[in-house]
């Protein structure tokens, strides 16, 4: 799947998580946001073997649908990692279904995490919507508000505040919703 390129940044790519991830999965992980945010160890190898290989099985359960974002590198054919975006908690005959999504640390403030966002939701309504899914949800913590803010701008109305649950969410959060467009 792709995001057109704006005045301002490069088009993306979107494509399911592959070995060849490793070694920008581990680089993108040695930043202290995306320690925070982010949740899973992510030092060596083995760490973002296993990250990947979980990919790879959601994807083959039909549960968990993780994407790579790229983007093209000025004057080349290549194109590096700048971020992922995740929809998960996925079932058949579910009404609801969760979003996530990072960018790594040079290439945050340039749209990429509303812009990859925006086509994981087309493709997820247009891929889910006739097997029941209705809903997407988007959680973040309320200390984030660069989360709260690419919510906003892709359209995914704020719900209500969820109530801290530590040790993994040790503030409130809040609940974001968009619903399929019929
Ligand atoms: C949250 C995150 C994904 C945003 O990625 P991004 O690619 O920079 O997002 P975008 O450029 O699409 O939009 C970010 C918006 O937040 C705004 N923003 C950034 N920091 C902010 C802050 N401290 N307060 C308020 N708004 C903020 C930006 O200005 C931008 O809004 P604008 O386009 O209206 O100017 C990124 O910061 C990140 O990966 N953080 C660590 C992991 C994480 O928090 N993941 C989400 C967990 S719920």
């Known amino acids: 799947m792709r995001a057109e390129a704006t005045p301002s940044a490069p088009s993306l790519v979107l494509r399911p998580w592959c070995v060849r991830d490793l070694a920008a999965l581990i680089e993108a992980y040695q930043e202290p946001a995306m320690r925070r945010w982010a949740g899973s160890a992510m030092e060596t190898d083995a760490d973002a073997a296993g990250w990947v290989r979980a990919q790879q099985q959601g994807w083959a359960a039909g549960t968990r649908f993780g994407f790579a974002v790229l983007a093209k590198d000025p004057g080349s054919s290549a194109d590096h990692l700048v971020g992922n975006v995740v929809l998960k908690e996925v079932a058949s005959g579910k009404p609801s279904a969760e979003v996530g999504y990072w960018t790594t640390a040079h290439a945050r403030g340039r749209g990429v995490a509303s812009r990859a966002l925006e086509v994981?939701?087309?493709?997820?309504?247009?891929?889910?919507?006739?097997?029941?899914?209705?809903?997407?949800?988007?959680?973040?913590?309320?200390?984030n508000p660069a989360s709260c803010r690419v919510a906003e701008k892709c359209r995914y109305?704020?719900?209500?505040?969820?109530p801290a649950a530590p040790p993994a969410f040790p503030l409130d959060g809040h609940l974001h919703t968009r619903h399929k467009e019929h």
């Open 120 to 143: 994981l939701t087309r493709w997820a309504f247009d891929t889910f919507g006739d097997d029941g899914l209705e809903r997407l949800e988007l959680l973040h913590q309320v200390d």
């Open 157 to 162: 109305s704020f719900d209500r505040v969820l």
